[in-house]
């Protein structure tokens, strides 16, 4: 079956540093990936949209300059945290459309996520 | 706006026992719902999707209904086990948009 990859699955980093996670469709293009989160103890959350080609749309209460999302592939979306804050600190998962051939079906697949703890 | 809500929170059973979980959704035009797993630390593992024709999927001793019109789903385990002790994700979503998800219910299965 389709198969979405993380990379890296975890990551530690400093307050003040800058970190990218990658999301992959394997097997599928994707033009559209949504990026959620979820903090300790909470449900996921949809952070954004991103379409390949195209900027990124936000949910409400999500900074977009901090947050930055490039969809330059249709088979890869990058999630960059930009001056990364201990209230950064969540699990981030992506998720790929899979339209099948000409649109012949709408699945999305999740990755395994991305733990970020900041110290 | 949809929103999701799931019931109970948490649930604490003895082996053995079979249970429901219910899930319910304000948008009743959904494209599929879907019942996820999520071990502690863990990402999401899938356990059963059905679309807005269907009815029901089972999958072993899971068995997920789908009520479109009242906005209602629920799971059901049979036969619970300890390693089915996780928490269960509802989530739903509408054609081309992202899955709205509930807040879970924490399943513990004492042995």
């Known amino acids: 079956g389709a198969v979405v990859s993380q990379h890296p699955s975890r990551v530690i980093c400093k307050s003040g540093t800058s970190v990218k996670i990658e999301c992959r469709s394997l097997?599928?293009?994707?033009?559209?990936m949504f990026w959620y989160r979820q903090f300790p103890k909470q449900s996921l959350m949809l952070m954004a949209t991103s379409n390949e080609g195209s900027k990124a749309t936000y949910e409400q209460g999500v900074e977009k300059d901090k947050f930055l999302i490039n969809h330059a592939s249709l088979t890869l979306s990058t999630l960059t945290v930009t001056s990364a804050h201990p209230e950064d600190s969540s699990f981030y998962i992506c998720?790929?459309?899979?339209?099948?051939?000409?649109?012949?079906?709408?699945?999305?697949?999740f990755g395994p996520g991305t733990r970020l703890t900041v110290l | 706006k949809q929103e999701v809500t799931q019931i109970p929170a948490a649930l604490s059973v003895p082996e053995g026992e079979n249970l429901v979980l219910n899930c319910s959704f304000t948008d009743s035009a959904i494209y599929n719902l879907q019942w996820f797993r999520q071990d502690p630390g863990k990402g999401l593992t899938s356990l059963l999707l059905?679309?807005?024709?269907?009815r029901e999927q089972t999958s072993g001793r899971l068995n997920a209904s789908l009520d479109k019109s009242s906005g209602r789903s629920t799971l059901y385990i049979a036969a619970s086990q300890p390693g089915d002790s996780a928490t269960y994700l509802c989530a739903v979503n509408n054609y081309g948009q992202n899955f709205v998800f509930g807040p879970g219910t924490r399943l513990s299965v004492l042995p």
């Open positions: 998720s790929a459309r899979d339209l099948g051939l000409a649109g012949s079906k709408d699945t999305q697949y």
């Open positions: 097997d599928f293009q994707a033009t559209t």
């Open positions: 059905i679309q807005s024709s269907q």
